[in-house]
C-alpha cells in the first residue's frame, strides 16, 4: 500500500514539474513573425549560367506573412548582363529559408532543400519588375531565389516588400 502512495506521490511531483518546464521551453522557442516592411539593393556577378553549379551566386528573399494580411514583392532589375536580352528564373520555397548573407548565397547552400524549390515560371529583365501578393487567411513564410546572370558584368536588383 505504502509503494502505491509513493508511486503516486512521484508521479505527480513529476507531471507538476514537467508542466513549467514544457511552458518555458516553448517560451523560449523561436517564433516566425511576420516580416515588415523591405527596401534594399543587392548586387552579384557570375560567369556561369547553370543554376546548380555549386558556386553560381544566388540571391534570396525571406518573409512571412501574418494570417489575414497582403504582401507584394517587386524586384526590379536595374543592371543586367546581356542588357535588355539578360534575364533570370524566379523561383519559391514554402518555407522560410536564411541560410546566406545579406541576400546572397550560392547554389550549393540551397542543395538542402533543392527538392522543394520550385519555379514560379517568370522572370526578372531588365526595367521590368517581378512583382507578386502574398497572403491568405493563415501566417505563410516563403522564400522567392533567383540565380544571379552570367555574363561576367555586374547585376544590381532593388527589392521591396510593403502591406498593400
Sequence with gaps: MKKKILGLIVAIIVVCASVPAFLVVSL????????????????????????????????????????????????????MPGGANGYTDVYIYKGYWNGGSNYTCTSSDLYPILSDIQSVDRQIRLNSAFTETYGGSTQQSYTVFFVVPPGGQQATFQVTFKQV
Excluded: H, M
Excluded at 48 to 69: D, K, M, Q, T
Design 28 to 79: 523560449l522557442a523561436p517564433t516566425q513573425q511576420p516580416t515588415g516592411p523591405l527596401d534594399f539593393t543587392v548586387s552579384g556577378k557570375s560567369d556561369c549560367l547553370r543554376f546548380l553549379n555549386n558556386s553560381v551566386p544566388a540571391i534570396y528573399v525571406p518573409f512571412n506573412v501574418a494570417a489575414n494580411e497582403n504582401w507584394q514583392l517587386t524586384i526590379n532589375c536595374t543592371k
